[in-house]
């Protein structure tokens, strides 16, 4: 046996989400878009926004000094004119409690959700010059709220993610399909990148000495097949690498959520912009497998999870590492976690993660923390079978988290070797 060891001033976390675990946001536009698309009610969620003094329990149990939640806009400004003081007080309350028990707040100001108000005003939601004035307003007040108490900031949890989702593929609200229109979906990418850019400096206006990024889901990439190399490249700066790029300078760190591999390949069959077929676990999942195998498509061999994601932790030291290498910025892993309902596989999967992540660090990589996806069980858009938790939603403690409890209160954690 051999034993890793992390820094001591190393942020051990979890991470959440509002409309995920808060529950009742009935402001948000994604309320009625349950309904639209026949998903299972997210209802009360986890019932964080009543529950919060339990999760702070949850992550005292866990031994954690970080925790990453963020703010929902519809809770906040639930009209075009009106903010919720009430609101913003309780998110303020939340974060003086985190740094009573010696938890580092991080702050997410826009983790998909939106209000329902704003698409109904601007039905083009980002492709709307209007979004990026109404989001920047909504941020001040929610900076001014949090500022005595929260020093790290993110405005966008995996913007591309959002974007793909909301605007090439219809999934989310609102439900805009412009894959096939590759320089209109460029513009809301510009839109949200341009937005951030703004934020960060609104932030740091408002609080010089404050830490400002965003949280990007990173996959490993490979090439499905002897010539996809360039089609893995191409994929790996659409789909990550361009957003980050256009922040370069607006970024005090780099968040990455990571949770798996993908196969990348190039068919003259595929619909898709550049002729790509990304082997995602959703892609072949809409498609139909028949399909996704007539394009060549490729899924990892490794074990999925209950989300069908090949666990690979080998990729999160290569990101790592071609990320610290490429932007220099220091790196703090956001996400990272596994949808296991048995719960017998998610203390592997925490400590090969850990000692992947410990590799890149070796080789030189500045990676300041480690946030796993996520506290409770949560509302994983659509549905509650995903069970992500190192708490049950009832607050009890899953298979997996005494492991990793042990290893945010010594630092170190031991692997074969």
Known sequence: MAIITFPKDFLWGASTAAYQVEGSNTGSAFWDWEKRKGWEPSGDAAGSWERFEEDVKCLKALHLNAYRFSVEWSRVQPSPDRFDEGALARYADWARRLKEEGIRPFVCLHHFSEPAWLLRQHPEGWLDDGVPARFLRFAERAVGALRETVSDWLTFNEPMVFIVGAYGMGQFPPGRRLLLRPKVLASVVRAVNGTHNEAYRLLHRMMPDCRVGFAQNVAALDPAGPGDDAVARDWDRFMHRDFIDAARDRMDFLGVNYYTRIFVHRSPLSFLPGRVVPGYAEFERGVGRLVFRLLGGRRGEGTPTDMGWEVHPEGLERVVTALWQDYGKPIII???????????????FIRDHLAALAAAMKRGAEVQ?????????????????PRFGLHTRARKAAAGAGFYAEVARTGAMEVDG
């Open 334 to 348: 956001l996400e990272n976690g596994i949808a296991d309902a048995s719960g017998i596989r998610r203390e592997a």
């Open 369 to 385: 923390g480690y946030f796993h996806w996520s506290l409770v069980d949560n509302y994983e858009w659509g549905s509650y079978r």
